[in-house]
């Protein structure tokens, strides 16, 4: 059964994980470049778009938290002791990123 610590930890990791795919150029511009594979256009004016869905999915944090989360809900299903020990580095990731935003 899980518990409001570990949906916390779950949605936090989410949010994470989203943001990092749809926001983030990441270390050595992977995710950027990942965007970029996927069909993520990027205009002159800096208008984030794509002409294809799964494109789509990586321009949108709202579509792209809705499929991280079910992943994520299945591994944990699956897999609980690793799926939660992963989801707590990168809610405590997530934490620090919203403090460093508060202060």
Not at 32 to 49: F, K, Q, T
Request: hydrophobic share 60%; with cysteine; proline share 2%.
């Amino acid at each position: 059964m899980i518990t409001f610590l570990y949906l916390a930890i779950l949605g936090l990791a989410t949010w994470n994980i989203s943001s990092l795919l749809v926001r983030e150029d990441g270390p050595w511009m992977i995710f950027a470049r990942l965007r970029n594979r996927v069909g993520v256009i990027v205009s002159a004016e800096g208008v984030v778009y794509s002409e294809n869905g799964l494109g789509e999915l990586f321009t949108c944090i709202w579509c792209m938290s809705r499929w991280i989360a079910l992943i994520l809900a299945l591994l944990f299903y699956f897999f609980p002791v690793i799926t939660a020990y992963i989801c707590i580095v990168l809610s405590l990731s997530t934490l620090a990123i919203l403090i460093d935003r508060w202060t």
